[in-house]
């Protein structure tokens, strides 16, 4: 089942912070965030691991709360460059196809000067 | 450099032909996935395959096959069976369950 993020859209002043949610109705093994400029392919920017740490790519981080089966990323002071698409993809726990990835519909964010 | 590629670029196709997307990569990666993206949307798997000579259907199969014979190359077909196939198509791989690394992607239009 697909994940769900939020919000839909996002437009933030450079410098500003945002937070993107994923969030899924069945148990997770894993979060992956892909981030997705106009017209390439997705880049990769971290995962989580059920039971692991909060993680960190530049000014990008992202948490995984195993009780609500949700994970968010936080960029701070974004930039320019944060522009773009981002997508969670989620794995889901106990399951023996490991590499699946049901991705959310995505958020558009949009870095203005 | 290692990488993965996707080609062609574009395609063009008529209906009720089919058309064969190609994808490699030397990354010596085992797992190989193929996502279908059509505009506002998220990713939506395809096929997928963990080893050579084995695949998995995705959460939407139908129209579409693959093969995965040697470990470099992991060929899509989108056959006349497929309704509505103009979309762009994203194949990537990955080490087990790990980050996948995709390739620039193929912008199919059937015409």
């Known amino acids: 089942q697909q994940p769900v993020q939020s919000p839909q859209a996002v437009i933030l002043r450079e410098g500003e912070d945002a937070v993107i949610n994923c969030s899924s109705s069945?148990?997770?093994?894993?979060v992956h965030w892909y981030r997705q400029k106009h017209g390439e392919a997705p880049v990769f920017l971290m995962i989580?691991?059920?039971?692991?740490e909060q993680m960190r790519h530049e000014k990008i981080s992202a948490s995984f709360n195993e009780k609500k089966q949700q994970s968010s990323l936080y960029l701070t002071a974004s930039q320019l460059s944060y522009s773009g698409t981002y997508f969670c993809?989620?794995?889901?726990?106990?399951?023996?196809?490991?590499?699946?990835?049901?991705f959310g519909q995505g958020t558009i964010l949009t870095v203005h000067p | 450099d290692g990488g993965i590629t996707q080609s062609p670029k574009y395609l063009f196709r008529k209906e009720g032909q089919n058309v064969t997307l190609s994808c490699e990569q030397n990354?010596?990666?085992?797992?190989m996935y193929w996502y279908r993206q059509d505009p506002g949307q998220g990713l939506r798997l395809i096929y997928y395959?963990?080893?050579?000579?084995?695949?998995q259907k995705g959460d939407i199969a139908e129209g579409y096959s693959v093969s995965r014979e040697k470990k470099e190359s992991f060929p899509l077909t989108v056959t006349s069976a497929q309704k509505n196939p103009t979309a762009f198509y994203l194949c990537?791989?990955?080490?087990?369950?790990?980050?996948?690394?995709f390739g620039p992607g193929t912008r199919l239009t059937v015409l």
């Open positions: 990354l010596n990666h085992d797992a």
């Open positions: 993809g989620t794995a889901l726990a106990g399951g023996t196809s490991y590499g699946k990835l049901t």
């Open positions: 989580l691991l059920k039971g692991g």
């Open positions: 069945k148990a997770l093994y894993s």
């Open positions: 395959s963990q080893i050579v000579n084995d695949f």
């Open positions: 990537a791989s990955s080490i087990d369950d790990n980050e996948q690394f």
